[in-house]
């Protein structure tokens, strides 16, 4: 009788423990579910640092974990109501050089098409800030509306041995451009430039010369080394095809400015929009300049570095360097399938 009397007793505790549990399940699967829906998950590569195996680790991740699209009303756009799908993205293009040979011309001609959508600044990823990753170097580039090209431009590119790779291994068909001018002419306001910053430097003509009574030419001087296009685009042909690189001519970007913005958006496969009416020639500075840049309605020429007046060189230093240049401009003349009519 007392077995039978216990009965009831023992199920109800055995009930309270079972209901106890489960709520406690409950409370844990709750507390789970709030944690996995909180939290993101922890995606550095601690082996980022390191320069070997950052690439296989962590290019995919960045650029599949970056945000994509976020509001931003400072895009350019035919539609205001396209502008939620603007994003970072990294770029369709890339000016890469020369130094001095009118890129930051064509970079701001450019910004006059509103399908184009470039960075302002050198950011330099390729050749100095390359271990800072893609995820770095896509924040830095301007937002973009789908359809709109994304660029940048850093001159030192071109003559950087390391760069094709590296912007190959971004984007096999990413389009390349090269603004291009008389190496000796490039080289003399190379080192205009050099001297307005640090004018107790020797003469240009010391510094061409390994040994003057000889003649011998140092190439390695980087304002002449610059000028070897031909060197340097042997490094760029041996990733890139010659259809995705397009050369425009320095001299012509001054004497004609809408035929090689023509050209260039062609290339970019842009309708013309950037044409002659954009353009007037400053007689002062001796290049063209912007009758309306981009959000104004004054005309606008470069700053203040751009036109300098170049110190006069001795002939026979001129001479020289023509001798020296014509079979390096030859042979980039047939590599590039143009001729630029240097002499």
Same mark, same amino acid.
């Given at each position: 009788?007392?077995?039978?009397?216990?009965?009831?007793?023992?199920?109800?505790?055995?009930?309270?423990?079972?209901?106890?549990?489960?709520?406690?399940?409950?409370?844990?699967?709750?507390?789970?579910?709030?944690?996995?829906?909180?939290?993101?998950?922890?995606?550095?590569?601690?082996?980022?640092?390191?320069?070997? *195996?950052?690439?296989?680790?962590?290019?995919?991740?960045?650029?599949?974990?970056?945000?994509?699209?976020?509001?931003?009303?400072?895009?350019?756009?035919?539609?205001?109501?396209?502008?939620?799908?603007?994003?970072?993205?990294?770029?369709?293009?890339?000016?890469?050089?020369?130094?001095?040979? *009118?890129?930051?011309?064509?970079?701001?001609?450019?910004?006059?098409?509103?399908?184009?959508?470039?960075?302002?600044?050198?950011?330099?990823?390729?050749?100095?800030?390359?271990?800072?990753?893609?995820?770095?170097?896509?924040?830095?580039?301007?937002?973009?509306?789908?359809?709109?090209?994304?660029?940048?431009?850093?001159?030192?590119?071109?003559?950087?041995?390391?760069?094709? *790779?590296?912007?190959?291994?971004?984007?096999?068909?990413?389009?390349?451009?090269?603004?291009?001018?008389?190496?000796?002419?490039?080289?003399?306001?190379?080192?205009?430039?050099?001297?307005?910053?640090?004018?107790?430097?020797?003469?240009?003509?010391?510094?061409?010369?390994?040994?003057?009574?000889?003649?011998?030419?140092?190439?390695?001087?980087?304002?002449?080394?610059?000028?070897?296009?031909?060197?340097?685009?042997?490094?760029?042909?041996?990733?890139?095809?010659?259809?995705?690189?397009?050369?425009?001519?320095?001299?012509?970007?001054?004497?004609?400015?809408?035929?090689?913005?023509?050209?260039?958006?062609?290339?970019?496969?842009?309708?013309?929009?950037?044409?002659?009416?954009?353009?007037?020639?400053?007689?002062?500075?001796?290049?063209?300049?912007?009758?309306?840049?981009?959000?104004?309605?004054?005309?606008?020429?470069?700053?203040?570095?751009?036109?300098?007046?170049?110190?006069?060189?001795?002939?026979?230093?001129?001479?020289?360097?023509?001798?020296?240049?014509?079979?390096?401009?030859?042979?980039?003349?047939q590599m590039a399938g143009m001729d630029f009519g240097w002499q």
């Open positions: 009788m007392a077995t039978f009397s216990n009965a009831p007793l023992d199920l109800r505790r055995l009930l309270q423990k079972l209901v106890i549990m489960f709520s406690f399940s409950i409370i844990c699967v709750s507390i789970l579910y709030f944690l996995l829906g909180c939290c993101e998950p922890d995606l550095v590569d601690s082996s980022q640092n390191s320069p070997l *195996g950052w690439y296989n680790k962590t290019v995919l991740r960045e650029i599949l974990t970056a945000p994509d699209y976020v509001a931003d009303d400072s895009v350019d756009g035919n539609s205001s109501g396209k502008d939620w799908t603007a994003s970072r993205r990294l770029p369709d293009a890339l000016i890469i050089g020369v130094k001095k040979g *009118g890129t930051r011309a064509l970079l701001e001609f450019l910004r006059l098409h509103p399908d184009v959508r470039a960075l302002g600044s050198e950011p330099h990823f390729f050749d100095r800030h390359y271990m800072r990753g893609l995820g770095w170097y896509r924040s830095m580039m301007p937002k973009a509306l789908n359809g709109q090209i994304v660029m940048e431009k850093t001159p030192r590119y071109f003559v950087s041995p390391e760069t094709p *790779g590296r912007i190959h291994a971004m984007s096999r068909d990413i389009k390349l451009i090269v603004v291009v001018r008389d190496p000796i002419t490039r080289a003399i306001s190379d080192y205009t430039q050099i001297i307005s910053k640090t004018p107790d430097i020797p003469s240009f003509a010391s510094l061409t010369f390994k040994n003057r009574s000889t003649g011998q030419i140092d190439s390695l001087w980087s304002p002449l080394y610059i000028g070897l296009y031909a060197r340097h685009l042997e490094r760029w042909l041996a990733y890139f095809p010659l259809s995705q690189i397009h050369f425009v001519h320095g001299e012509r970007l001054i004497s004609d400015p809408a035929g090689e913005l023509g050209r260039v958006q062609d290339f970019l496969g842009l309708q013309r929009i950037i044409t002659d009416k954009h353009f007037y020639f400053n007689k002062t500075k001796g290049f063209p300049c912007l009758k309306k840049p981009e959000g104004s309605s004054k005309p606008h020429c470069l700053g203040k570095t751009k036109g300098r007046t170049h110190p006069k060189i001795d002939p026979e230093v001129i001479q020289k360097l023509r001798e020296f240049y014509q079979p390096h401009n030859l042979k980039f003349y």
